[in-house]
């Protein structure tokens, strides 16, 4: 299967006080069309700084993202603003919904910034919603929605551009459970109803089980992988 | 949905937005009087000037009218020289003096104008008739209340009192048939208007074919500068001052007034703009995450900024009425209190509010709150995602 994402020998370096931080080093990877990736490693070992390299919300200090035959490392800001739009969905720990916003509004953003017409984004969300399971809950607040909810609509935000990757961090981390599993099952269902490229990084061991494969990072180093292409 | 989420973020915290909108009411307010400041006073005497349609006024040489006692010798040649002129189309000659009226005990003494009442431009009739006969005048309400006077009543006056003899000099009895409203005289001055030969004749021989001053109206396309000159050569014992002129004159007197309105009309709008600035930096420090995780999931820094810049907009336009209304009841109260500054005619407003005044006061507000707007949002819209991310999250 061709590759969606390829990451060649990447580095991100940054400055805390005096002192350098090597937060990735030298990571290259390959996600195929359809793959379900889990990017697993101790805390502070740089997961999410190679997440976020990965999903193009930060710029490498060395190295080439390349998703889809388009080097995110070389757009200026603006172009790569819009490809996140159009070919990526994020969905973070803390959810970030906009608390002003209803839960079929949040799911409509994206749309809303890809000048969707408004008939259509409010058709397209709310079948969303209705299949991360939460018919009846459109015009709640994400105040008053429990954090699985929180994290459907946030998925359901994440997916409705049709992006090429889901990039998720930490999905589960603030999560009971029985929530937690949902929404590695939600996940696992859109990777294999919707053949959506999905990479994660966790440190739920319930993760592995709903993976295609897995890679392990220490201390911002590829140490070795379970499937994949490290 | 820019403007939906702008909206929905203001009414988040109502309070806080109520409180901010009151703010700027009050620095609407401010600034619209300042305004209304600025130009208001210059406006108002030109209006007061131009009122009955007389552009020139004639004084004695060196002399604005009214400034002294002064008065004008050989008024009638004066006036033929005047109306000689076909760009005149009126002369108004116009003496000044006192009247004192009998009461039951001394005597009253009120401001006296001579005028030819089919020409004067002094006052404007309320009640009644303008003097038909050379015994009769018109009077201000202030002059019948004190003198206990109506309409038809007769008066026994004279142009001066002698406390000791207690007698009128040159005494007449005038009738009282109109009652006016004088446009020169300060609040609570008492004022007649009576014929000006019978004026003259009450104050003696010395007054006879005397003036204190005389305005003209010139012609609707006649070049008033132009006839201000002809009259200065025809009748050089005289002071002749246009309207423009006693405007420069005017203005001149009036630039401390005008520099205090820019001063504290800037004032207010700095005070606008901070508080405006310090809402909107407050309203985005408390939800840096949500606008990186907009940046993130692929909204243009543009938009971000243009969705904060709308909330501060939002403030001061909503604040912007409620000053309008607060600064219009404001203007009326310091007029009331500027207008009883001493020998200041009581047309004159110090606040005058033309639309425009409005108008230029919002443009100032839309402008400071776009600009209020912009440093704080730039700032946010421009931050790191992800590090912004890693320390929202700590």
């Given at each position: 299967m061709p590759a969606v994402l390829s990451a060649r020998d990447l580095h991100r370096e940054y400055h805390m006080g005096a002192e350098l931080v090597r937060a990735v080093r030298g990571v290259s990877l390959d996600v195929a069309e359809g793959d379900y990736l889990a990017i697993v490693g101790p805390s502070g070992?740089?997961?999410?700084?190679?997440l976020n390299l990965l999903g193009g919300i930060d710029r490498p200090s060395a190295g080439t993202v390349t998703i889809r035959d388009q080097r995110l490392d070389q757009m200026r800001d603006a172009d790569l603003t819009r490809f996140r739009l159009y070919h990526l969905g994020f969905v973070f720990q803390r959810f970030y919904l906009m608390p002003a916003l209803t839960a079929l509004e949040n799911v409509e953003l994206p749309m809303a910034e890809a000048k969707v017409e408004k008939r259509a984004r409010r058709e397209r969300a709310r079948t969303l919603l209705s299949y991360v399971g939460l018919d009846g809950r459109h015009a709640h607040r994400p105040a008053q929605l429990s954090g699985g909810e929180q994290q459907r609509v946030a998925i359901a935000r994440a997916v409705v551009t049709d992006p090429d990757l889901l990039v998720a961090d930490e999905p589960t981390g603030d999560l009971d459970a029985r929530s937690a599993v949902e929404i590695l099952t939600l996940l696992r269902e859109l990777n294999r109803a919707f053949a959506k490229t999905v990479v994660m990084?966790?440190?739920?061991?319930?993760?592995e089980r709903f993976v295609d494969a897995v890679v392990h990072l220490d201390k911002g180093v590829l140490v070795n992988g379970t499937g994949g292409t490290p | 949905m820019l403007l939906a989420l702008a909206w929905t973020t203001l009414t988040r915290h109502r309070t806080r937005t109520l409180?901010?909108?009151?703010?700027?009411?009050?620095?609407?307010?401010?600034?619209?009087?300042?305004?209304?400041l600025s130009s208001g006073m210059r406006q108002s005497f030109r209006s007061l000037l131009l009122s009955r349609g007389f552009q020139i006024r004639l004084s004695?040489?060196?002399t604005l009218p009214f400034d002294t006692e002064a008065t004008m010798a050989d008024a009638g040649a004066a006036v033929n020289t005047l109306r000689a002129d076909r760009e005149i189309v009126a002369v108004s000659p116009v003496l000044g003096g006192q009247l004192h009226v009998a009461m039951r005990a001394g005597a009253l003494a009120s401001v006296a104008l001579g005028v030819e009442p089919d020409v004067q431009g002094d006052y404007e009739l309320v009640e009644g008739r303008a003097p038909a006969a050379p015994n009769e005048l018109v009077a201000s309400d202030d002059f019948l209340r004190a003198a206990s006077a109506r309409l038809g009543d007769t008066l026994a006056a004279g142009a001066g009192f002698d406390p000791q003899l207690q007698a009128l000099a040159r005494r007449r009895s005038l009738i009282v048939v109109g009652r006016a409203r004088f446009f020169y005289?300060?609040?609570?001055?008492?004022?007649?208007?009576?014929?000006l030969g019978t004026l003259q004749q009450m104050q003696g021989p010395a007054a006879r074919d005397r003036v204190s001053f005389f305005m003209v109206k010139a012609a609707p396309a006649a070049n008033i500068e132009a006839v201000r000159r002809r009259i200065e050569r025809a009748l050089p014992q005289v002071t002749v001052v246009s309207t423009e002129t006693a405007m420069r004159q005017v203005d001149e007197r009036l630039s401390y007034f005008r520099q205090l309105a820019v001063i504290l009309g800037a004032v207010s709008l700095a005070v606008g703009f901070l508080l405006v600035t310090t809402l909107v930096t407050v309203s985005v420090n408390e939800r840096l995450g949500e606008i990186v995780v907009m940046r993130a999931i692929g909204v243009l820094r543009t938009r971000v900024v243009v969705q904060i810049v709308l909330e501060g907009m939002a403030i001061m336009i909503a604040g912007a009425p409620l000053g309008l209304g607060l600064g219009l009841a404001t203007a009326r109260y310091l007029n009331s209190i500027l207008a009883s500054f001493p020998g200041l005619p009581a047309a004159i407003d110090f606040f005058l509010f033309e639309p425009h005044d409005a108008w230029t006061a919002l443009g100032l507000l839309t402008v400071v709150g776009i600009l209020a707007g912009i440093y704080p949002s730039w700032r946010a819209a421009a931050l790191p995602i992800a590090t912004t991310l890693r320390e929202e999250a700590i």
């Amino acid at each position: 299967m061709p590759a969606v994402l390829s990451a060649r020998d990447l580095h991100r370096e940054y400055h805390m006080g005096a002192e350098l931080v090597r937060a990735v080093r030298g990571v290259s990877l390959d996600v195929a069309e359809g793959d379900y990736l889990a990017i697993v490693g101790p805390s502070g070992c740089g997961k999410s700084t190679l997440l976020n390299l990965l999903g193009g919300i930060d710029r490498p200090s060395a190295g080439t993202v390349t998703i889809r035959d388009q080097r995110l490392d070389q757009m200026r800001d603006a172009d790569l603003t819009r490809f996140r739009l159009y070919h990526l969905g994020f969905v973070f720990q803390r959810f970030y919904l906009m608390p002003a916003l209803t839960a079929l509004e949040n799911v409509e953003l994206p749309m809303a910034e890809a000048k969707v017409e408004k008939r259509a984004r409010r058709e397209r969300a709310r079948t969303l919603l209705s299949y991360v399971g939460l018919d009846g809950r459109h015009a709640h607040r994400p105040a008053q929605l429990s954090g699985g909810e929180q994290q459907r609509v946030a998925i359901a935000r994440a997916v409705v551009t049709d992006p090429d990757l889901l990039v998720a961090d930490e999905p589960t981390g603030d999560l009971d459970a029985r929530s937690a599993v949902e929404i590695l099952t939600l996940l696992r269902e859109l990777n294999r109803a919707f053949a959506k490229t999905v990479v994660m990084v966790t440190h739920d061991p319930r993760a592995e089980r709903f993976v295609d494969a897995v890679v392990h990072l220490d201390k911002g180093v590829l140490v070795n992988g379970t499937g994949g292409t490290p | 949905m820019l403007l939906a989420l702008a909206w929905t973020t203001l009414t988040r915290h109502r309070t806080r937005t109520l409180l901010a909108i009151l703010g700027v009411a009050v620095s609407a307010a401010m600034l619209l009087d300042m305004v209304m400041l600025s130009s208001g006073m210059r406006q108002s005497f030109r209006s007061l000037l131009l009122s009955r349609g007389f552009q020139i006024r004639l004084s004695p040489k060196g002399t604005l009218p009214f400034d002294t006692e002064a008065t004008m010798a050989d008024a009638g040649a004066a006036v033929n020289t005047l109306r000689a002129d076909r760009e005149i189309v009126a002369v108004s000659p116009v003496l000044g003096g006192q009247l004192h009226v009998a009461m039951r005990a001394g005597a009253l003494a009120s401001v006296a104008l001579g005028v030819e009442p089919d020409v004067q431009g002094d006052y404007e009739l309320v009640e009644g008739r303008a003097p038909a006969a050379p015994n009769e005048l018109v009077a201000s309400d202030d002059f019948l209340r004190a003198a206990s006077a109506r309409l038809g009543d007769t008066l026994a006056a004279g142009a001066g009192f002698d406390p000791q003899l207690q007698a009128l000099a040159r005494r007449r009895s005038l009738i009282v048939v109109g009652r006016a409203r004088f446009f020169y005289m300060p609040a609570g001055q008492r004022a007649v208007a009576l014929p000006l030969g019978t004026l003259q004749q009450m104050q003696g021989p010395a007054a006879r074919d005397r003036v204190s001053f005389f305005m003209v109206k010139a012609a609707p396309a006649a070049n008033i500068e132009a006839v201000r000159r002809r009259i200065e050569r025809a009748l050089p014992q005289v002071t002749v001052v246009s309207t423009e002129t006693a405007m420069r004159q005017v203005d001149e007197r009036l630039s401390y007034f005008r520099q205090l309105a820019v001063i504290l009309g800037a004032v207010s709008l700095a005070v606008g703009f901070l508080l405006v600035t310090t809402l909107v930096t407050v309203s985005v420090n408390e939800r840096l995450g949500e606008i990186v995780v907009m940046r993130a999931i692929g909204v243009l820094r543009t938009r971000v900024v243009v969705q904060i810049v709308l909330e501060g907009m939002a403030i001061m336009i909503a604040g912007a009425p409620l000053g309008l209304g607060l600064g219009l009841a404001t203007a009326r109260y310091l007029n009331s209190i500027l207008a009883s500054f001493p020998g200041l005619p009581a047309a004159i407003d110090f606040f005058l509010f033309e639309p425009h005044d409005a108008w230029t006061a919002l443009g100032l507000l839309t402008v400071v709150g776009i600009l209020a707007g912009i440093y704080p949002s730039w700032r946010a819209a421009a931050l790191p995602i992800a590090t912004t991310l890693r320390e929202e999250a700590i």
